[in-house]
């Protein structure tokens, strides 16, 4: 590195560095989003081909306790409603929002009249939280409402979840999914 009184040729060595580390940094969440997307991409054939076969199931008529079985669940995106308690000045209502937390179960297989069936289950925030506790609840709500309680299922079940682990994936949720199959609900 050369270095002048001025300090103009070691201005540009540093702002060099600067940007060669930068440019690593990309490169290197460029080679994550990579694997990233891979990851994502099997997932997603997987998904595909576990709904094609219960989509299988039903064009060849299998009776519902032959058939596979899957549902979609996520928790959506929280909304903000203005909250009209009588403690709020005026116009600060829009400021102090109460959050309605969003839980939907699609069933990716059974439609009627061709649509696909989603259950969207709300509650509001000082009700609960987006924990695997609500995210049980709903499930066991969604089952008992659409009669996958009240019959024998010989045929696998699955539930297709994006990874969070606060919600969808984590030892609650697992044991659930077991108690669903020690007691024949499911195989």
């Known amino acids: 590195m050369e270095c002048n009184l001025d ?20 490169e290197e969440k460029v080679k994550k989003a990579k694997v990233h997307i ?14 094609s076969l219960a989509i299988l199931d039903i064009t060849h008529h299998l009776p519902s306790l032959n058939c596979r079985n899957n549902l979609t669940i996520d928790m959506g995106q929280n909304l ?8 709020q000045p005026r116009d600060m209502y829009y400021f102090l929002p109460l959050t309605v937390l969003l839980f939907g179960v699609v069933d990716n297989v059974h439609s009627e009249d061709g649509k696909i069936r989603m259950n969207a289950y709300t509650w509001q925030e000082f009700e609960g939280d987006q924990g695997a506790n609500n995210t049980e609840s709903c499930l066991l709500m969604d089952l008992k409402q659409c ?14 979840a994006d990874n969070c682990a606060r919600q969808n994936k984590n030892k609650n949720i697992i044991r659930f999914m077991i108690c669903l199959v020690e007691n024949k609900i499911f195989p």
């Open 80 to 87: 903000a409603l203005p909250n009209f308690e009588a403690e």
């Open 7 to 26: 300090g103009d040729t070691l201005t540009a060595d540093v702002e060099e560095v600067d940007f060669e580390r930068e440019v690593l940094a990309m």
């Open 147 to 160: 009669g996958w309680l009240q019959q024998t299922n010989l045929k696998g079940f699955t539930y297709i």
């Open 38 to 51: 891979a990851a994502y991409q099997v997932q997603r054939n997987e998904c595909r081909n576990i709904m």
